[in-house]
């Protein structure tokens, strides 16, 4: 085949053409282009120096451009061409879509770079106007400068290897944050999109990056305001938690995460009511979710439910993650923004497990407290700081006739009660809301009552006082009572002082007694000092009766005590009385098969006939005494005022019609040597006495006097169950004796009396003025001495110890004590201790002759 045929077939445009442009031959592929008489518009020589050579020519169905791109040496030459006319509408095409996209990349507010490796180092190459503006950086300062130097070191490493990876073709992961710097120092956030082109024909990185730096400030503030948030609901010392509006967690605390047992990881962020499945193992609507949705139905989750406010209250039983039940008070509300926006709701849940039981206790001590209020006699009432009533017991009606409610949110000046006594009681009220301290007056009535009113302050938990609670008792009973008291008190101090004047009196009188009487008993009866002495006894035995007087008013015992025939007593007495008074009447009443009693029938008639004198004398111009004996039972508490005994007593009343007594007077009847009488005419111990006696026979008396209406005595003594003995007359001779006894007293002219007596008497006599001395003499002497007298009571060493130590030396000593004093529980104490006897000085010889003698037989 020749080189013709070989043209002819190339899909190449090949053409021969002459020296000054003539095509002379064209192949096929070539004619459409040239035609048979085309004509190049260059020259050979043309086309040499400009290879590859273009020129445009018409074709059918427009125009092409040809470009020349090898020519043949020679006066004619073979060209090789091509048709460039889609290569240009390619070219043309790809600038304009390369100026599009680089008006959009311009038109981005963002910064956008395109990222090459320039000589080994990845940098960039281009870089839109948002970039230069968000950086501060242009073209020409990052121009030969690795894209990283401008990168936190701290991410650097991480960017290095990802676009090392992506300009070798990996068109992985291309999302990116991290921290740069701009040129002027200012660090910055970016969001990094990357992906992997071609610019300029070889691989490149095209890099979208947004500044978030606002975005992660306002992420770190939003963080840390969570944070605090979350610590703020983990200082709360309860369980806490709170919801968004979707129903997402978005705070749960440590006491949340006790009580439930679920981490707050586990919750954080999560809905479909996790919070309640927590709570109550399922997934329930809880108080919370009332505060965003009303229409929510709480079911049988709370035993009440209430709304004040804004907020949710509820109060329930629940168990804690350990099982532990407990009662709780739930509190919900919204949870607002700024801008007062709700954006979701808070939860609280307190365990008032302690404050539930004790309200408990606390309702039910109100409970107690209102019916104690209501069963007490005393008036209880409770005032606010209007000084209205806000409760007032039943026991107000016993006083006033009015019922409770009549008091109810009325004041005292509303009501005008107490009458005349209203400014005090609300001064006393206002005192007690000024100062908040208790206040205790007592407030006496016309009526002759007396009421205890007791004032205390309620506060409240802030300290200010809110209410005022009173008590108001009647005390005029008490009042009476204590009088009683106070004058049996009074009595037996100066009865006390009575006693010690007496014991001296009858040591004096023991002498005087005893010497008198072996003087008399050694005269000649009719003589001058037999007469004497009769007198001296006589004016001693006198003396030995007002001292007897005076001891019955002091703490001592009767003298010879014997059950008597009460109405018999009065009887007999009211009778003598009745004869010297013929200007007043005397009634009796008295009351048959009346029990006896035991008493000292000469004390007893003496009573009875003081207060018939003393009756008499309020009575000058005459009147009536009513005289009256009954059986009464003697309560504990009346016998507790009075000091006696409870049980059965005899009463002996005696009423007059005279002037009666005003309080003054009635409080000091019973002191010695006080009298309403002139001087001379009385000596104040008549009552004194009676008082003495009765109180001596372990009994007592009340006296009720109003001033003109006359006076009432009434005598209460014990009951006996022992029969009246009749009296009988013996004639007495003076016993003697031969034994040996130690008297012991530390008056000597009381021991010298005593032991003449006894010489007297026939007796042996050793004599000890004190106790030492007569352990001394009983321990040398002990088998001679029959019998000890011994005076209970003496100086440094008393009755008692001499005798005690006296039993040291002989258990079965005998011994007879003896005292000024009456027999009194000392004296009884001793008789105990296994004294034999007990002489009352002043004793007569046939007092001490018969006692001697009782001892020894």
């Known amino acids: 085949m020749d080189w013709v045929s070989i043209l002819h077939h190339l899909p190449i445009p090949v053409a021969r053409i002459k020296n000054d442009g003539t095509v002379v031959y064209a192949n096929p592929a070539a004619s459409k282009y040239l035609g048979n008489d085309a004509k190049i518009p260059l020259s050979l020589q043309e086309l ?68 090459q490796e320039v000589d080994g180092i990845p940098q960039h190459v281009f870089i839109n106007e948002a970039f230069t503006e968000n950086t501060g950086y242009t073209l020409e300062d990052l121009k030969g400068k690795p894209f990283y130097e401008m990168i936190d070191p701290v991410s650097r490493p991480l960017l290095m290897e990802r676009a090392r990876k992506r300009l070798e073709g990996d068109r992985g992961h291309g999302y990116y944050e991290f921290r740069m710097t701009k040129k002027d120092g200012t660090p910055m956030w970016i969001r990094l999109v990357s992906s992997l082109i071609v610019y300029g024909g070889k691989p490149a990185i095209l890099a979208s990056a947004h500044d978030i730096t606002d975005l992660k400030e306002a992420k770190d503030v939003l963080r840390q305001a969570n944070e605090r948030f979350q610590n703020i609901l983990n200082a709360l010392p309860f369980a806490t938690f709170a919801i968004d509006l979707a129903g997402r967690v978005i705070g749960w605390n440590k006491t949340m995460e006790y009580i439930t047992g679920t981490p707050v990881s586990e919750v954080m962020g999560k809905g479909e009511r996790v919070y309640s499945f927590s709570l109550y193992g399922d997934k329930r609507p809880i108080l919370i979710d009332k505060v965003l949705n009303l229409e929510v139905e709480l079911g049988d989750t709370y035993s009440d ?95 006033t006739k009015l019922p409770p409610e009549a008091f109810i949110g009325k004041t005292h000046r509303e009501l005008n009660f107490p009458p005349g006594r209203v400014d005090e009681v609300e001064e006393a009220l206002r005192e007690v809301l000024r100062t908040g301290r208790t206040q205790r007056k007592q407030l006496a009535f016309e009526n002759g009552s ?65 010497y008198a009487t072996l003087i008399h008993m050694n005269q000649p009866e009719g003589s001058d000092d037999f007469t004497r002495s009769q007198l001296i006894i006589n004016a001693a035995t006198s003396a030995m009766e007002l001292i007897r007087r005076l001891l019955g008013f002091a703490r001592s015992t009767p003298g010879k005590v014997e059950p008597l025939d009460v109405n018999e007593e009065v009887a007999t007495v009211a009778q003598m009385y009745g004869r010297t008074k013929k200007e007043i009447e005397i009634h009796l009443k008295l009351e048959s098969e009346l029990p006896t009693i035991e008493v000292d029938r000469v004390g007893i008639e003496q009573v009875i006939l003081n207060i018939l004198v ?95 209406h006359g006076t009432t005595f009434s005598i209460y003594l014990p009951a006996s169950d022992e029969r009246k003995k009749e009296r009988a007359e013996v004639r007495e001779t003076i016993p003697r004796g031969s034994e040996t006894v130690l008297v012991v007293d530390d008056e000597l002219p009381v021991l010298d009396v005593a032991a003449d007596i006894l010489t007297y008497l026939g007796y042996r006599v050793f004599k000890a003025a004190s106790g030492e001395e007569a352990i001394r003499i009983y321990r040398d ?77």
């Open 450 to 514: 007396t009421f205890d009113w007791l004032l205390a302050p309620i506060a409240s938990p802030e300290g200010i006082v809110t209410h005022v609670i009173t008590t108001a008792r009647d005390i005029s009973e008490l009042r009476k009572m204590e009088e009683v008291v106070v004058r049996a008190e009074k009595m037996e101090a100066i009865g006390n002082l009575a006693g010690g004047i007496a014991h001296d009196f009858n040591n004096v009188l023991q002498a005087i007694m005893g």
């Open 48 to 115: 040499r120096n400009h290879l590859p050579a273009r020129w445009e020519t018409e074709v059918e169905g427009g125009k092409c451009a040809l470009e020349v791109t090898e020519v043949r040496e020679g006066e004619e030459a073979v060209l090789i061409f091509q048709d460039l006319t889609e290569l240009i509408s390619t070219r043309k095409a790809l600038q304009e879509a390369q100026d599009r996209f680089h008006a959009l990349i311009e038109g981005l507010s963002h910064a956008v770079s395109i990222i």
């Open 781 to 857: 002497k002990s088998g001679e001495i029959d019998l000890v007298l011994l005076d209970m009571i003496m100086p440094r060493m008393n009755g008692k110890e001499v005798f005690l130590k006296l039993k040291e030396i002989n258990p079965s000593v005998c011994v007879c004590i003896t005292s000024g004093y009456t027999q009194t529980p000392q004296a009884q104490e001793i008789i105990d201790l296994g004294v034999r006897g007990f002489i009352y000085k002043p004793y007569t010889i046939r007092d001490l002759a018969h006692r001697m003698r009782e001892i020894l037989a």
């Open 614 to 708: 003393n009756a008499g004398q309020a009575m000058p111009e005459g009147g009536d005494i009513y005289i009256e004996t009954s059986s009464v039972i003697i309560d504990e508490r009346t016998a507790r005022v009075h000091k006696v005994s409870e049980g059965p007593f005899v009463r002996i009343a005696i009423t007059d019609t005279g002037i009666g007594m005003d309080e003054v007077t009635l409080s000091r009847i019973f002191e010695p040597f006080f009298t309403t009488k002139a001087p001379g005419e009385g000596t104040g111990l008549g009552l004194t006495t009676a008082y003495g006696v009765v109180r001596a026979h372990r009994g007592f008396i009340n006296v009720y006097s109003e001033r003109g």
């Open 305 to 399: 439910v209430t709304f004040r406010g804004d907020v949710w209250y509820a109060r329930g039983f629940m168990k804690d993650s350990k099982g532990v039940e407990s009662f709780f008070l739930a509190m919900a509300s919204p949870l607002r923004d700024s801008n007062e926006q709700i954006i979701g709701a808070v939860e609280s849940i307190i365990d008032i497990t302690r404050q539930y039981a004790a309200e408990k206790a606390l309702k039910a001590s109100e409970e107690r407290f209102r019916a104690l209020a209501e069963e007490t006699p005393d008036v209880v009432m409770l005032f606010d700081r209007e000084l209205r009533h806000l409760y007032c017991n039943k026991a107000i009606t016993r006083y």
